[in-house]
């Protein structure tokens, strides 16, 4: 996904102090961030014009102690074509040779009321989940309970009806079909929509049908945290199933771990209400409530008990 300076300014609510529609149309190519320390004293050897320039109260400080003619050559150089904008943050005034080098080699300038560092956490967290690597995963995405649950399983087992069945349970539908998820960081997996498909969701026998038109806006979500996996697959006699929840297997997308549970599909079965259990035992077991151990622990007492009395 390719973000512009516009796209940024829109989602942070920047003020465009400078810049006209092709400065707003440059592409940010990456999420890192540059607050130029060393390069206003002069040292640019390690210095990345690719990278967003943020001014704080630190940089506006010390560039207002410089001369005006030393002001204004540090930041021509500092200003190269392939940079993307310049922000001021804590609304601080906006030295006239900044504009000046600014419009010189086509740079857009950006200001914001918000303090640095936070305003620094926002660019970075939106960055990084627009530039993110993504993977396209076959399943349907379901926010179940506030939890972000992807639903996979053989095709033809009947993934988007259960998600449709969940949707009339009062859960949110993600995505369906094709699911594009990322590493948001090392531990957190982030899945949406594909364009195409946004709040659309496929039956066999009735079509595609529009998910947010028939049951509204509070049944869809535009992205979600995936934070577990269910398996759907046939139910075959003899087949092992994990009986008692202590199973640990896990699957991993784009380099983050997620646990991953299987169900088995038969006539009959209710499996949007056991998803919707699975999901809840999930969140129990996160919060310190483990039915399998309490079971386990009962039994163990129970196993004593007959000892003793033998």
């Not at 594909?194 to 709040?199: Q, T």
């Not at 398996?231 to 199973?247: I, P, Q």
């Not at 599909?265 to 310190?288: D, H, L, P």
Request: proline share 3%; glycine share 8%.
């Amino acid at each position: 996904m390719s973000v512009t300076v516009q796209m940024l300014v829109d989602k942070l609510k920047l003020e465009i102090a400078y810049g006209d529609t092709s400065h707003l149309e440059k592409e940010i190519t990456t999420a890192d961030i540059s607050r130029p320390g060393l390069e206003m004293t002069g040292y640019f050897d390690y210095y990345s014009p690719e990278r967003l320039q943020l001014f704080g109260m630190k940089e506006w400080s010390y560039l207002t102690k410089m001369t005006s003619h030393n002001r204004y050559q540090v930041l021509s150089e500092m200003f190269q074509s392939e940079t993307p904008a310049a922000i001021v943050a804590r609304n601080l005034d906006i030295p006239e040779e900044m504009l000046r080098a600014a419009k010189e080699h086509n740079v857009a300038i950006l200001k914001s009321h918000v303090p640095t560092s936070r305003l620094s956490g926002e660019i970075s967290g939106y960055l990084d989940s627009c530039l993110a690597e993504r993977i396209s995963v076959h399943g349907v995405l379901m926010d179940i309970y506030g939890m972000g649950v992807l639903i996979q399983g053989d095709s033809g087992i009947g993934k988007s009806e259960t998600g449709l069945e969940l949707v009339k349970r009062g859960h949110r539908l993600v995505a369906d079909d094709r699911v594009d998820v990322f590493a948001k960081d090392e531990e957190t997996l982030w899945g949406e929509p594909a364009e195409i498909l946004r709040h659309l969701l496929e039956i066999r026998g009735v079509g595609i049908i529009d998910i947010m038109s028939l049951y509204g806006a509070s049944s869809v979500k535009d992205s979600s945290q995936v934070q577990l996996s269910i398996y759907l697959e046939n139910f075959e006699t003899g087949k092992d199933f994990d009986r008692l929840g202590n199973g640990n297997e896990e699957i991993e997308l784009s380099g983050v771990k997620v646990p991953r549970i299987r169900i088995p599909v038969k006539t009959g079965r209710n499996v949007s209400v056991v998803i919707e259990a699975a999901a809840m035992n999930y969140r129990a077991k996160q919060m310190g409530f483990d039915a399998t151990k309490t079971f386990e622990e009962r039994l163990t007492k129970l196993i004593s008990q007959h000892e003793e009395n033998q």
